[in-house]
T-cell receptor, first 115, second 114 residues
Framework: AQKVTQAQTEISVVEKEDVTLDCVYE???????LFWYKQPPSGELVFLIR??????QNEISGRYSWNFQKSTSSFNFTITASQVVDSAVYFC????????????FGKGTRLHILP | KAGVTQTPRYLIKTRGQQVTLSCSPI?????VSWYQQTPGQGLQFLFE???????NKGNFPGRFSGRQFSNSRSEMNVSTLELGDSALYLC?????????????FGSGTRLTVV
C-alpha cells in the first residue's frame, strides 16, 4: 500500500525567511508520480508540481524549489524568501503511474507566514 | 477556460437526511474523482467516474454513492447522514483520469451535519 507522511503539522516563519516542507513517501511500485498542492483558505487545491519517479532532477520555479531523492523516498518543498501570501496548507501526494488510481495525500502542513 | 465548479459551496443538513453534491468538470474532461477532507482523516478518495462508469472506489460505506452523466457532470449522494460526514468534499476533473494528464480540483462543498 502507498503512504505519504508529512511530519510537520504546522510551521510558522517570519516573512522573508526560507522554509522547507518535508514529505516522505512509501510505495513498492517503481513507477509513480509525486505532487505538491497548495490549499488556501478558499478550499481549492492548487496544483504546484508533478514529478515522475524516473526524474530525480531538482526543480526550481521562482521562489519554489523541490528536492526529490529516491534513496530516502523524500520529496521536499522549499519556499525561498517567504511571503504572507504563501500562508496555506500544503499537501504532498502520490499516485501510481500505470494505473487509473487514486491520489494518496499526506495529512498536510499548515504554513503561517508572519508579517 | 472555466474551471471545476462545485455546487453548493456550503450546506447544512440534519442527521438522518440525505444530500446530493454536484461537480461540473472542465469542458472536455471525462473523469471526475471525489475526495472527502476532514481534520482527522485528511483527504480520502471516495470514487472516480469516467464516461459514466465508476472505475475506482475508496473505502467508504455504501451510504456514499455517485454517478456521472453523459455531459461528464457528476453527483455524489450521501444517505442517512451522520455527524462524522461533516467535511469538505472536493472533486477533481481530469481529461482521462490518469495522473500523467493531471487533475484540477474544485473549491469544494463544505457539508455540516447537525
Amino acid at each position: 500500500a502507498q503512504k505519504v507522511t508529512q511530519a510537520q503539522t504546522e510551521i510558522s516563519v517570519v516573512e522573508k525567511e526560507d522554509v522547507t516542507l518535508d514529505c516522505v513517501y512509501e510505495t513498492r511500485d517503481t513507477t509513480y508520480y509525486l505532487f505538491w498542492y497548495k490549499q488556501p483558505p478558499s478550499g481549492e487545491l492548487v496544483f504546484l508540481i508533478r514529478r515522475n519517479s524516473f526524474d530525480e532532477q531538482n526543480e526550481i520555479s521562482g521562489r519554489y524549489s523541490w528536492n526529490f531523492q529516491k534513496s530516502t523516498s523524500s520529496f521536499n518543498f522549499t519556499i525561498t524568501a517567504s511571503q504572507v501570501v504563501d500562508s496555506a496548507v500544503y499537501f504532498c501526494a502520490l499516485t501510481l503511474m500505470n494505473r487509473d488510481d487514486k491520489i494518496i495525500f499526506g495529512k498536510g502542513t499548515r504554513l503561517h507566514i508572519l508579517p | 477556460k472555466a474551471g471545476v465548479t462545485q455546487t453548493p459551496r456550503y450546506l447544512i443538513k440534519t442527521r438522518g437526511q440525505q444530500v446530493t453534491l454536484s461537480c461540473s468538470p472542465i469542458s472536455g474532461h471525462r473523469s471526475v474523482s471525489w475526495y472527502q477532507q476532514t481534520p482527522g482523516q485528511g483527504l480520502q478518495f471516495l470514487f472516480e467516474y469516467f464516461s459514466e462508469t465508476q472505475r475506482n472506489k475508496g473505502n467508504f460505506p455504501g451510504r456514499f454513492s455517485g454517478r456521472q452523466f453523459s455531459n461528464s457532470r457528476s453527483e455524489m449522494n450521501v444517505s442517512t447522514l451522520e455527524l462524522g460526514d461533516s467535511a469538505l468534499y472536493l472533486c477533481a476533473s481530469s481529461a482521462t483520469g490518469t495522473p500523467s494528464y493531471g487533475y484540477t480540483f474544485g473549491s469544494g462543498t463544505r457539508l455540516t451535519v447537525v
